[in-house]
């Protein structure tokens, strides 16, 4: 049966849909079944994984709310087998709104994954950079979180608030969650800052902290323009590499 796991952390620009993007593509290429929720209204891991908007008839907002059944969501990504999207688009946006008064509005994501997950090794979910009801749902659903994390000098900003919302959830809705890890992304190595921030949160957290840490990387950033993973748009480059790793590291535990 597959493990869930959500990449979050409310604040935006810290390489979250970065990750999902690349850790579910070179978990596939080590041979593991995976598929990827989009569960941020942007899209962006969608289109990252080259998910046209044009070719999207369903997506994840027409599984909550209930009008299509997984099957009919689920999309294969091209170039790399064993690698499956439930994409999503701004519609999702909608559905707080709508779901807000409907009962166990937090358990609707756990019920749609519960009837897939033996289909899968792993099941990623890209939370939004915001603490709502759709990063609730992906929370409730997940056996782990790994929270991506900034090398700057805001890095601790709302990891405080996102820790609380965790254990909350952890308390009422999801006994089982843990925090599986951070990962450091858009490390420098030419500043002494990055190196700091690592040290500086390494004193704070008592989390486990991954080894592999994502460095700044030109590469990384054109990938998803290309709407490609690391691991096919540059599998030599530094980004690839250290995603590949963390890869590893997911496996292994």
């Given at each position: 049966?597959?493990?869930?796991?959500?990449?979050?952390?409310?604040?935006?620009?810290?390489?979250?849909?970065?990750?999902?993007?690349?850790?579910?593509?070179?978990?596939?290429?080590?041979?593991?079944?995976?598929?990827?929720?989009?569960?941020?209204?942007?899209?962006?891991?969608?289109s990252?994984?080259?998910?046209?908007?044009?070719?999207?008839n369903?997506?994840?907002?027409?599984?909550?709310s209930?009008?299509?059944?997984a099957?009919?969501?689920i999309?294969?990504?091209?170039g790399?087998?064993?690698?499956?999207?439930?994409?999503?688009?701004?519609?999702?946006?909608?559905?707080?709104i709508?779901?807000?008064?409907?009962?166990?509005?937090e358990?609707?994501?756990?019920?749609?994954?519960?009837?897939?997950?033996?289909?899968?090794?792993f099941?990623?979910?890209?939370?939004?950079?915001?603490?709502?009801?759709?990063?609730?749902?992906?929370?409730?659903?997940?056996?782990?979180?790994?929270v991506?994390?900034?090398?700057?000098?805001?890095?601790?900003?709302?990891?405080?608030?996102?820790?609380?919302t965790?254990?909350i959830?952890?308390?009422?809705?999801?006994?089982?969650?843990v925090?599986?890890?951070?990962?450091?992304?858009?490390?420098?190595?030419?500043?002494?800052l990055?190196?700091?921030?690592?040290?500086?949160?390494?004193?704070?957290?008592?989390?486990?902290?991954?080894?592999?840490?994502?460095?700044?990387?030109?590469?990384?950033?054109?990938?998803?323009?290309?709407?490609?993973?690391?691991?096919?748009?540059?599998?030599?480059?530094?980004?690839?590499?250290?995603?590949?790793?963390?890869?590893e590291?997911?496996i292994?535990?």
């Amino acid at each position: 049966m597959g493990r869930v796991i959500s990449i979050s952390n409310q604040k935006g620009g810290v390489g979250k849909t970065t990750t999902a993007i690349n850790l579910s593509s070179c978990i596939a290429e080590m041979g593991k079944k995976v598929l990827v929720i989009d569960s941020d209204p942007q899209g962006n891991t969608s289109s990252g994984l080259g998910i046209l908007k044009n070719n999207i008839n369903d997506t994840l907002y027409d599984l909550m709310s209930g009008e299509k059944n997984a099957e009919d969501v689920i999309m294969d990504v091209d170039g790399i087998d064993g690698l499956s999207i439930i994409p999503t688009d701004i519609n999702l946006s909608g559905a707080e709104i709508e779901l807000i008064n409907v009962d166990g509005r937090e358990f609707i994501l756990k019920n749609i994954i519960k009837k897939i997950k033996e289909n899968y090794d792993f099941i990623i979910i890209d939370c939004p950079p915001a603490l709502n009801l759709l990063t609730i749902n992906a929370l409730v659903a997940s056996n782990s979180v790994i929270v991506p994390l900034q090398c700057e000098y805001y890095a601790l900003e709302g990891l405080t608030q996102l820790m609380y919302t965790i254990d909350i959830v952890k308390k009422k809705l999801n006994p089982e969650l843990v925090v599986e890890g951070v990962v450091f992304t858009m490390f420098d190595s030419r500043t002494n800052l990055s190196a700091q921030v690592v040290e500086e949160v390494k004193k704070y957290l008592d989390k486990d902290i991954y080894k592999s840490i994502i460095p700044r990387n030109v590469r990384l950033s054109e990938a998803p323009s290309h709407g490609l993973p690391i691991n096919l748009y540059d599998a030599k480059s530094k980004g690839a590499e250290a995603y590949k790793l963390l890869a590893e590291e997911v496996i292994e535990k």
